[in-house]
């Protein structure tokens, strides 16, 4: 999922919690729905943490000449 759509969907659960309107049931939706952004987005850094650390590993076992382990 993009940034921008998770930048969205987070301001989205901020306006729904600022509410003064607010039902309980809408504020646990809210609540949910932002903690699942949360933490979606901190999978999605870690996965691209580890995509950063495998390309790196890659490309010292490449100018080690050692990629033949990937065939």
Known sequence: MEVDRFS?????????LDSVELKPDTYLLAYALYSLVDATSMIEG????NRDILKKIES???????EAWKK
């Open 8 to 16: 969205r969907l987070q301001r989205m659960a901020e306006d729904t």
């Open 46 to 49: 870690a996965i691209d943490d």
């Open 60 to 66: 010292h076992l490449h100018h080690m000449g050692l």
